[in-house]
């Protein structure tokens, strides 16, 4: 059976690279999903080049027109749906459920966006002046470049896609390498919906090469980036020198408080959901579980007897609570987190290995991991691991929980589990995070609503929702004497 090859799609038309590189099944690494064109810095100057003489075309079609095709590309991903979830299983490692519940998140951001087309706000107000009639409309800020990441890699992608075309702007996508199909996929929905050439472009490859080239690419005006700290520092700095519009979405180091009037069976049930599922893969996961000494011990013992009951495997298996790291270099950082943690910590209550064995040799799994007793100074406590291992710390009541959560330099999410509606709007107003959730895992959000972190986690203009509008738009002011 022969492997399918991705070419980039530059100006309207699909492009081979100077080479290709693999997409590989991280739950069976045998397995190749796909050969990606590997682009080049003259392949982003070239898509740069056509997105700037597409731009006026674009930008000038009626708002509910763009709308229109957005629409039909949702059909598009509508009518796929099934494949789209079984080739992210295959691509990125999460278990077909929660793939095909991104997908459908995807579909569903593109016709949210697509709506928005027909009722585009502006601001009309009364002028101080006699017979002046004021209002200020919303224009595209032009040529915007989007750089996703691989944990979410349709639903990121749609989420800074949609809003983008929307208000008029031209794309470029240079998605994660380890993960890039799906982002290929929305491309493709477009291409079919009739999107004009040159108004999307994508690149595959390296990202150190074509970050660089994007970035400095003249007719950029704007990045929107998802993925590590340093990778969005070095962004910020380069970006800056150009006077770039940016948009960063990077790490987090997220608690979950636990008091001790918690639905406590629900409290277990949502902190082993927030940081396992998705193999922790997740920028809002959990990763500190800070629970209120009254009940620690009693906790500690649900959550390790919950998490030894989670079935690790290939997502695309039926029972399957866990897949694989999404490549070697992850699996590897998350061991090497365990290790740390050993030495500090102690030996995990739970896992603590690479998965061996039928069914996992040619894979990247590792066991759902957790730790107890971690205080505020272990590593584990402090850096953010991104994979399926959690640090149970201890607080002595309300007060020293909230210091504890806050105690980080990120700020993405956040939890608190409590049934006391006073302690309730406590957290909210003194949380120190951007997206905050009560009797819930931390770790999913809805595209309706404006989604970013505080402090290290985030910079820039919120994505998602209307508040996506901040980013990918600007106001044109009109005063008109009559």
């Known amino acids: 059976m022969s492997i399918p090859q991705f070419n980039n799609y530059i100006n309207g038309e699909w492009v081979a690279g100077t080479g290709t590189f693999e997409d590989r099944n991280p739950a069976n690494t045998a397995e190749v999903v796909g050969l990606f064109a590997k682009g080049t810095a003259a392949d982003m100057a070239a898509a740069a080049d056509a997105a700037a003489a597409a731009l006026p075309g674009w930008a000038g079609m009626p708002a509910p027109a763009r709308g229109a095709i957005l629409f039909k590309a949702a059909d598009i991903l509508e009518k796929n749906f099934d494949q789209l979830g079984a080739e992210m299983t295959r691509e990125e490692g999460k278990t077909l459920p929660e793939a095909k519940g991104e997908v459908r998140r995807a579909i569903n951001i593109f016709r949210y966006f697509a709506g928005e087309g027909s009722r585009m706000d502006g601001v009309m107000v009364p002028s101080e002046r006699d017979r002046v009639h004021v209002f200020a409309f919303r224009k595209p800020i032009g040529v915007v470049g989007l750089i996703t990441p691989w944990n979410f890699p349709i639903a990121i992608p749609a989420w800074k896609i949609a809003p983008a075309l929307i208000c008029g702007n031209t794309v470029l996508v240079k998605p994660a390498s380890v993960s890039p199909l799906c982002a290929w996929r929305i491309v493709e929905a477009l291409h079919q919906a009739g999107i004009p050439k040159g108004v999307i472009n994508f690149v595959a490859g390296s990202g150190a090469e074509l970050g660089k080239a994007m970035v400095e690419a003249a007719p950029v005006k704007a990045i929107s980036f998802t993925g590590s700290n340093d990778v969005g520092n070095w962004i910020h700095t380069e970006a800056s020198k150009r006077r770039l519009r940016i948009q960063l979405e990077m790490g987090g180091k997220n608690p979950t408080i636990v008091l ?51 079935k690790v495997g290939d997502g695309m298996q039926p029972g399957i609570d866990i897949g694989p790291c999404v490549d070697k270099g992850q699996m590897e950082t998350v061991l090497k987190y365990i290790e740390i943690g050993r030495k500090e910590c102690g030996e995990p209550l739970c896992g603590g290995n690479r998965l061996t064995g039928e069914g996992y040799d040619n894979g990247y799994f590792v066991e759902p991991t957790v730790f107890a007793d971690v205080t505020p100074e272990h590593t584990i406590a402090k850096e953010e691991i991104f994979g399926p291992v959690l640090a149970i710390m201890r607080a002595k009541d309300f007060d020293d929980a909230m210091k504890i959560a806050n105690d980080t330099p990120f700020g993405l999410s956040s939890s608190v589990q409590t049934s006391n509606i006073s302690r309730m709007f406590e957290y909210i107003y003194r949380s120190e995070a951007g997206l905050l959730t009560v009797n819930l895992p931390s770790a999913g959000v809805e595209y309706q609503l404006p989604f970013g972190g505080t402090k290290d986690s985030s910079f820039g203009p919120k994505e998602q929702g209307p508040a996506a509008f901040d980013f990918y738009s600007d106001f044109k002011t009109v005063y008109v004497k009559y």
């Open 260 to 310: 001790a009037d918690a639905d406590f069976n629900s409290a277990v049930e949502n902190v082993v959901n927030a940081s396992m599922f998705s193999t922790g893969q997740k920028c809002t996961a959990t990763s500190r579980a800070i629970v209120e000494d009254a009940i620690y011990d009693k906790f500690v013992e649900a959550v390790v007897a919950r998490t030894k009951k989670l």
